[in-house]
Structure formats: structure tokens, C-alpha cells
């Protein structure tokens, strides 16, 4: 059983600035792509970042600038900080890990989610 828990979501004014975090063990995160997806009501599940084994990030066009996604292996831990936030970034985030257990078996584990609300 994979545990991913999400923290650090909450209610913000448009400009402000928010750190998600998402707490898991210390093999999950060395092996594994951690990321961030989020849905608003009424939307589908969208990519917003992840991280790789080797530290290598990747952003969504509507992120990319104002999103940063970060990796600790120690604690462990991966965070979002979320700058600049906008109202069209009001949804509930969610952590996701793609583990790569072994060659050819991987698994897909997430979070239950923490809401982030921006206001105009």
C-alpha cells in the first residue's frame, strides 16, 4: 500500500502564494515520478507538474512560470509552490506517484486531494 498525503491547500486571494506538500516514505520517493494533477468542478483531471528519479520537471502551459514542483528525498517529500495563483486555479490538487517497482511493473498511487481556493 502506497500512502500519499497532501497537505498545505487553503484559501488565498488572487497574487497570493501557496506551498502544497505531499508526504510519503523514503523508497516511494526514490523511485518514483512524483507529481501534482488538479480538478475544478465540472472538469476533468489536468497534469500540472511532476518530478522524476533524476530531478527533472515538467509543467503544464498554465503553470509554467508561477509553479514550482520540488523533491526531498530525506524528508520525503514533495512540494508545489504555487505563486502568482489566479481564481481559475481553484480546484483540489492531488499528489501522484507512478512507482517503478522493477523492468515492466509500475503502479499508479494518489492522494485523497486538498483544496485550494483562490479568490478575485
Known amino acids: 500500500q502506497v500512502q500519499l498525503v497532501e497537505s498545505g491547500g487553503g484559501l488565498v486571494q488572487a497574487g497570493g502564494s501557496l506551498r502544497l506538500s505531499c508526504t510519503t516514505t523514503?523508497?516511494?520517493?526514490?523511485?518514483?515520478?512524483l507529481g501534482w494533477y488538479r480538478q475544478a468542478p465540472g472538469k476533468q483531471r489536468e497534469f500540472i507538474a511532476n518530478?522524476?528519479?533524476?530531478?527533472?520537471?515538467n509543467y503544464s502551459l498554465s503553470v509554467r512560470g508561477r509553479f514550482t514542483v520540488s523533491r526531498d528525498n530525506d524528508n520525503p517529500t514533495v512540494y508545489l509552490e504555487m505563486n502568482s495563483l489566479k481564481p481559475e486555479d481553484t480546484a483540489i490538487y492531488y499528489c501522484?506517484?507512478?512507482?517503478?517497482?522493477?523492468?515492466?511493473?509500475?503502479?499508479?498511487?494518489w492522494g485523497p486531494g486538498t483544496q485550494v481556493t483562490v479568490s478575485a
Open positions: 501522484n506517484a507512478v512507482v517503478f517497482w522493477g523492468v515492466e511493473s509500475t503502479g499508479d498511487y
Open positions: 518530478i522524476d528519479r533524476d530531478g527533472i520537471t
Open positions: 523514503r523508497t516511494i520517493v526514490r523511485i518514483s515520478t
